[in-house]
């Protein structure tokens, strides 16, 4: 296939879905990386038509473990030689989570998805991104980490099995880990073709519907942000821009915000003895 190739994850909808659209509109084709083939297939249809393109494909994989991720990896070797771009967009994140939950490979959840998931794909698609003349890889963090700024990873206790499961405090730690394995990945594959960078969402409109659990006070919540917040097609136009633009042929190790600016994340993030030691951690949990 001589058009390029972009797989994103968690695509079926929200701002994963808005950039499946429009990376699709500038001609690359598209995968969608959805772990439930219902939504998915709804997904591909919407895409297809709103992109008037045909060449989205849907593959399946769950992000919260390790043998449904190695899976997919399989079936997409067996139909694509390259990858040329790789967006981690999958993500968990539901406030009305009062306890701690662990896959059926025994990790906490968000722990799995929102970190562990992406660093595994990721090593598992290098070769297929090497094989790119130029691969980009996309990490998606939070602009909520600015209310969070000496946030640090738990090295002793990164799944909460020790201390009291908050899902913010758990969520926010995914999300810097994201960061800093951005820096640490784009530092070890700066001979080669690839380029990593990471994006800081805003505060983007979410679709109250994913969240049936939701209390009045919780809603109301939701409501009033979502006055200040931007539409998931307006926050995607970073992801396309990292994606597809010539801008950021170069570009590696960089962390970006909504306005395709690039912005700095917290102290402790940027320290490669940390970025080591939150990668040494990860690493453990990681079966490859
Ligand atoms: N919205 C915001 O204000 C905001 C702010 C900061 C950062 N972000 C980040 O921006 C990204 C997109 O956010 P969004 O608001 O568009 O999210 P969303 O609407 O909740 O969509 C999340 C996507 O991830 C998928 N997903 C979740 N767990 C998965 C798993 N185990 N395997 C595969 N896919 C999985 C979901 O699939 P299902 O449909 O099957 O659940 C869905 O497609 C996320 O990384 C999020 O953390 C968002």
Not at 15 to 44: M, N, P, T
Not at 47 to 63: F, G, P, Q, T
Not at 164 to 188: D, G, P, R, T
Not at 252 to 263: A, C
Request: net charge positive; with cysteine; proline share 2%.
């Amino acid at each position: 296939m001589n058009i390029k190739t972009c797989l994103i994850t968690g695509a079926n909808t929200g701002i994963g879905k808005a950039a499946a659209i429009q990376i699709a509109k500038e001609g690359y084709h598209v995968i969608l990386a959805c772990r439930s083939k219902e939504r998915g297939e709804i997904a591909l249809e919407e895409v297809r038509k709103a992109s008037n393109s045909s060449s989205i494909e849907l593959m399946l994989v769950d992000l919260s473990l390790q043998s449904s991720i190695k899976d997919m990896v399989e079936k997409f070797r067996l139909q694509y030689d390259r990858l040329d771009v790789l967006i981690h967009n999958a993500a968990i994140f539901d406030i009305t989570q009062k306890k701690v939950k662990y896959t059926k490979e025994g990790i906490e959840s968000i722990w799995a998805t929102n970190h562990l998931g992406p660093v595994l794909l990721t090593q598992l698609l290098l070769g297929s991104l090497k094989r790119s003349p130029q691969g980009r890889i996309i990490t998606i963090s939070s602009k909520g980490l600015l209310a969070h700024p000496y946030l640090q990873v738990d090295l002793e206790d990164p799944e909460f099995r020790n201390r009291k499961f908050n899902v913010a405090k758990m969520y926010y730690q995914s999300k810097i880990a994201q960061v800093m394995y951005s820096y640490w990945l784009a530092k070890k594959l700066e001979k080669t073709n690839i380029t990593v960078n990471s994006i800081r969402v805003t505060n983007v409109k979410v679709d109250l519907s994913r969240y049936p659990n939701l209390s009045n006070i919780e809603k109301l919540g939701y409501i009033l942000k979502s006055k200040s917040s931007i539409t998931p097609e307006e926050m995607a136009k970073t992801y396309t821009y990292l994606a597809t633009s010539n801008e950021v042929n170069e570009v590696t190790g960089k962390y970006y915000d909504e306005k395709n600016k690039m912005v700095r994340s917290s102290k402790y993030s940027y320290d490669f003895d940390n970025i080591n030691r939150v990668m040494d951690v990860s690493m453990k949990f990681i079966n490859m």
